[in-house]
Antibody, heavy 119, light 107 residues
Framework: QVQLQESGPGLVKPSETLSLTCTVS????????WNWIRQPPGKGLEWIGN???????NYNPSLKSRVTFSVDTSKNQFSLSLSSVSAADTAVYYC?????????????WGQGILVTVSS | DIQMTQSPSSLSASVGDRVTITCRAS??????LNWYQQKSGQAPKLLIY???SLHSGVPSRFSGSGSGTDFTLTISSLQPEDFATYYC?????????FGQGTKLEIK
């Protein structure tokens, strides 16, 4: 059974960098693309981007200048770094596997982690 | 970016009702359309992919249809556990955008 778990600080100060990690169990991170999605409180879903274990990435152009993904195959984890955060980056951040081959099917998702940007 | 528009934004229905939610893309996305269900306080779950394929473990009362720009999600007979928010998502071209969601509430 594949499971994903997000971890990281729940509070980040404005202008600082948000860093989250997703720990994968039940499958190797070398076998799929891995995605980050976020959801501001009470709002809809925004795809942030994805990464393959080779380092190949796709970023949402709306965040591309501030976001970086990485993969640690030894720990079976992948990570998100978002710089220069503001209150607009307050959201629940989810990680998810891309189950598809050539198409994007997000399954399963982690439980999500709420990150609040505030001083 | 491809814009996804769902209607209605909210919907009240009763157990046993047949419900249809619509999703429209701003350009043709062939059949690259997925549907997710999100219950309060939980992560979304994949229901349907490639417009009409039922994901493993999803009850057969859920069905999807459409191609091009217009898609529908139908629940044939609402069950209490189906009250949730539903999102469509296009997987045709990055960034893989979502609809704004349809909140299905108990009447």
């Amino acid at each position: 059974q594949v499971q994903l778990q997000e971890s990281g600080p729940g509070l980040v100060k404005p202008s600082e960098t948000l860093s989250l990690t997703c720990t994968v169990s039940g499958v190797s991170v070398t076998e799929h693309y891995w995605n980050w999605i976020r959801q501001p409180p009470g709002k809809g879903l925004e795809w942030i981007g994805n990464i393959y274990y080779t380092g190949s990435t796709n970023y949402n152009p709306s965040l591309k200048s501030r976001v970086t993904f990485s993969v640690d195959t030894s720990k079976n984890q992948f990570s998100l770094s978002l710089s220069s955060v503001s209150a607009a980056d307050t959201a629940v951040y989810y990680c998810a596997r891309d189950l598809g081959t050539g198409i994007v099917l997000l399954d399963p998702w982690g439980q999500g982690i709420l990150v609040t940007v505030s001083s | 970016d491809i814009q996804m528009t769902q209607s209605p934004s909210s919907l009240s229905a009763s157990v046993g009702d047949r419900v249809t939610i619509t999703c429209r893309a701003s350009q043709s996305i062939s059949s690259y359309l997925n549907w997710y269900q999100q219950k309060s306080g939980q992560a979304p779950k994949l229901l349907i992919y490639i417009a009409s394929s039922l994901h493993s473990g999803v009850p057969s009362r859920f069905s999807g249809s459409g191609s091009g720009t217009d898609f529908t999600l139908t629940i044939s007979s609402l069950q209490p556990e189906d009250f949730a928010t539903y999102y469509c998502q296009q997987s045709y071209r990055a960034p893989y955008t979502f609809g704004q969601g349809t909140k299905l509430e108990i009447k």
